[in-house]
């Protein structure tokens, strides 16, 4: 089960058993995926708040087949990771942020509490719906 987009198209392949969350959080990803390329965002701001010397494995495809992907660990949230497949791309950090931000909105708040680079990148990307004309609420 996953999605992807082209253009402007979204493309969720799912089982008839997929909990509406996970089809909500896919169309969340995938859009936000439509509107990174299509308006400017801050990459080199979202780069500094990673690691020093730390480099995206280049897409989700070279993280398929990995276990826990979707886990959480205390070193991923405390360098700014909210998963482990986060660390695919820096399309799939920012998706999985959007992800959060619409679907886990109290855990991703009380995260960004706790882990400075994590409520940044959350700042980063509540900046970036708002710059487009999106309305972020409670934000």
């Known amino acids: 089960m996953g999605g992807t987009s082209s253009g402007s198209a979204i493309y969720i392949n799912c089982s008839e058993e997929a909990p509406d969350d996970f089809l909500l959080a896919r169309m969340h990803s995938e859009f936000s995926s439509i509107l990174l390329r299509k308006y400017p965002f801050a990459k080199e701001q979202?780069?500094?708040?990673?690691?020093?010397?730390?480099?995206?494995?280049?897409s989700g495809v070279a993280m398929l087949g990995q276990r826990n992907l979707y886990e959480q660990e205390r070193r991923l949230l405390e360098n700014g990771f909210l998963v482990k497949y986060a660390?695919?791309?820096?399309?799939?950090d920012f998706n999985t942020f959007v992800d959060w931000l619409f679907t886990k909105r109290n855990k991703l708040e009380a995260l960004s509490r706790k882990y400075p680079a994590?409520?940044?990148?959350?700042?980063?990307?509540?900046?970036?719906?708002?710059?487009?004309?999106?309305?972020v609420s409670g934000s």
Request: aromatic share 14%; with cysteine.
């Open 46 to 58: 979202w780069e500094q708040l990673n690691p020093p010397d730390f480099q995206y494995v280049g």
């Open 87 to 92: 660390q695919s791309s820096l399309e799939n």
């Open 118 to 135: 994590i409520g940044q990148k959350r700042d980063l990307v509540v900046s970036f719906f708002q710059a487009v004309g999106c309305r």
